[in-house]
């Protein structure tokens, strides 16, 4: 250990600062919020240097994992929260990757104005979220937007789509999307001008139909980028807050309604916050993730052992 310390002294050193700001920014209040689950602190509760208030809360074990889990109503009902928070998921990383890839697909084929394409097709990726979030919000208005605007003027009805209905869970898809795809387009874009041009090619001469070259080149060959980024996507879209925030408002919406604005609602929002609650929400979240992230990883590894 000394002679490592004496050979690599200086990347320690460039390192530590890293390290410091990480333990201090993420694990530490890692740490916190796993101790506040296994208590019942809460607004009453915590510490009030003000109020000059000690702390009071108790340690409970496992019982608000418990409560969580038992799909209490009390307790947001957590496993219809886990499923809309998956529907939202997947539809949120189906969608994005879809159009993500057809616009790649597009503007990695040489067109005249391609450079002026790539820019405004970044732009929604450039514009600040709550901006995109609040411009989408007046468009979903019921009376003045411009959505309901165009479907009148074509005959079709007016919904409330940000009112109490599943409306509600599409308008924030749609926002959400229209968010994400920039990304993705980028990443695909990427990837498509990495495969060989010659492949394309000589399956062109051999006869290949324009699906059989999506099929066995471009797909095969956008494998790793595609793993990545709908790894990331997912992990992003299952605890993207802002977008519902912003679109349906502080007032909790129970149709758009997933795990991480609920454990949002627990910690900020009632007579008496629950942080406890709160906490285990984001510990389970994390779970969730953690436990995808590895069976996900694991199935790429035995789909590229395979071929």
Not at 84 to 109: H, P
Not at 226 to 241: A, H, K, Q, R, Y
Request: aromatic share 14%; hydrophobic share 55%; proline share 5%.
């Amino acid at each position: 250990m000394r002679r490592t310390l004496e050979r690599h002294w200086y990347a320690y050193a460039m390192v530590a600062p890293v390290v410091v700001v990480l333990a201090v920014l993420v694990l530490y209040p890692l740490v916190q919020g796993i101790w506040f689950t296994l208590t019942d602190i809460n607004e009453s509760t915590i510490a009030n240097p003000v109020l000059d208030r000690p702390a009071s809360y108790s340690f409970v074990g496992l019982r608000n994992y418990l409560n969580v889990l038992s799909g209490d109503p009390s307790f947001g009902s957590f496993w219809s929260t886990l499923l809309r928070t998956v529907i939202w998921t997947g539809s949120c990383v189906v969608l994005t990757y879809g159009v993500g890839l057809g616009l790649a697909m597009l503007l990695n084929r040489p067109m005249r104005l391609r450079a002026l394409y790539r820019v405004l097709l970044i732009l929604p990726w450039a514009v600040p979220v709550f901006i995109s979030a609040f411009a989408w919000k007046f468009m979903f208005n019921s009376q003045f937007g411009v959505i309901n605007q165009l479907l009148g003027a074509l005959g079709l009805g007016q919904p409330v789509w940000l009112g109490q209905t599943d409306l509600a869970l599409v308008a924030v898809v749609i926002v959400n999307v229209w968010v994400g795809v920039p990304f993705m387009m980028l990443a695909l874009l990427g990837g498509l001008q990495s495969i060989p041009a010659d492949l394309y090619e000589a399956a062109e001469v051999d006869g290949a139909t324009p699906w059989q070259r999506f099929r066995d080149i471009t797909l095969p060959g956008l494998r790793s980028v595609s793993s990545t980024v709908v790894l990331l996507g997912i992990i992003w879209t299952f605890n993207m807050f802002p977008v519902i925030y912003l679109v349906t408002g502080p007032a909790a919406n129970p149709n758009t309604r997933i795990l991480v604005t609920y454990a949002f609602e627990r910690f900020f929002s009632g007579a008496s916050r629950d942080y406890a609650v709160a906490s285990t929400y984001g510990v389970l979240i994390l779970s969730v993730l953690l436990v995808f992230a590895a069976f996900y990883r694991r199935a790429l590894r035995r789909q590229e052992a395979f071929a």
